[in-house]
């Protein structure tokens, strides 16, 4: 049985860093990619940023470009997304998803997910 778990959200000020993580396990960690995206009430879900299986390739949505770092560590099955400089519009609840090949920007691709860790990022 497939689960992914996030953690490390929470309530922060705008300028402010945080690091969120996410935890799989049922499933051949290191042949999957990784994926980060997050959902704002009322909002679709939006891509936010992807890692590849090999780990040299990263993807990143335009509005966190420059500010969050996606990253993995096979050994621990584990992938993070390092958020900095963040602001208001960075409020949402972000999930960690997974799937074989290649990394895409569409929720509907991705087979596995995690749950969501609320990030809330104040003015």
């Known amino acids: 049985q497939v689960q992914l778990v996030e953690s490390g959200g929470g309530l922060v000020q705008a300028g402010d860093s945080l690091s969120v993580a996410c935890v799989a396990s049922g499933l051949t960690f290191s042949r999957y990619v990784m994926g980060w995206f997050r959902q704002a009430p009322g909002k679709e879900r939006e891509f936010v940023a992807g890692l590849r299986w090999t780990g040299g390739a990263t993807y990143y949505g335009d509005s966190v470009k420059g500010r969050f770092t996606i990253s993995r560590d096979n050994a621990k099955s584990t992938v993070y997304l390092q958020m900095n400089s963040l602001k208001p519009d960075d409020t949402a609840l972000y999930f960690c998803?997974?799937?074989?090949?290649?990394?895409?920007?569409?929720?509907?691709?991705?087979?596995?997910w995690g749950q969501g860790t609320q990030v809330t990022v104040s003015s």
């Open positions: 998803a997974a799937r074989l090949w290649a990394v895409t920007t569409t929720p509907s691709d991705y087979g596995y």
